[in-house]
């Protein structure tokens, strides 16, 4: 089997393809939370704290000197990056738990019985038969 035909094999794949388009709508779903997180829940968060920004959090182990830069240990990017890891997190457990739900409610719905076999309905005929004799 040639190389390329492997990997077309490979590619076209139904998990594959399945995986591509997750991937695809997660980064997609990705921006409109940091989105969220960026412009609407952590403004609020900022104005509690007095108008600061957690990414302005930083904590300078050397001053700038002429040729260089200073050294910072920016703590509160990190703590930028963790709260919005945990609303992402909390915002998926949520879109799972209400498709569980959704799952859920068409396992209970009822069934319609299954059709009899050919040998049960041959069966019921014969039944029928013998009753009227």
Do not use: C, H
């Not at 390329?4 to 695809?24: L, P, S, T």
């Not at 260089?68 to 990017?77: E, I, R």
């Not at 909390?90 to 069934?111: D, S």
């Amino acid at each position: 089997m040639s190389l390329m035909k492997e990997f077309k094999q490979f590619a076209m794949r139904g998990n594959v393809v399945d995986m591509a388009v997750g991937i695809i709508i997660g980064a997609a779903f990705g921006k409109i939370v940091t989105s969220i997180v960026n412009d609407i829940i952590m403004p609020p968060i900022g104005l509690l704290l007095g108008g600061v920004n957690f990414t302005d959090f930083k904590l300078t182990l050397k001053e700038a000197a002429e040729g260089t830069s200073a050294v910072t240990l920016n703590y509160g990017n990190f703590i930028q990056v963790t709260i919005d890891f945990l609303i992402v997190a909390f915002a998926i457990f949520m879109i799972i738990k209400a498709m569980n739900r959704m799952k859920k409610k068409q396992e209970e719905a009822p069934a319609a019985p299954p059709a009899p076999s050919a040998q049960e309905t041959l069966l019921t005929e014969i039944r029928d038969l013998l009753k009227k004799n």
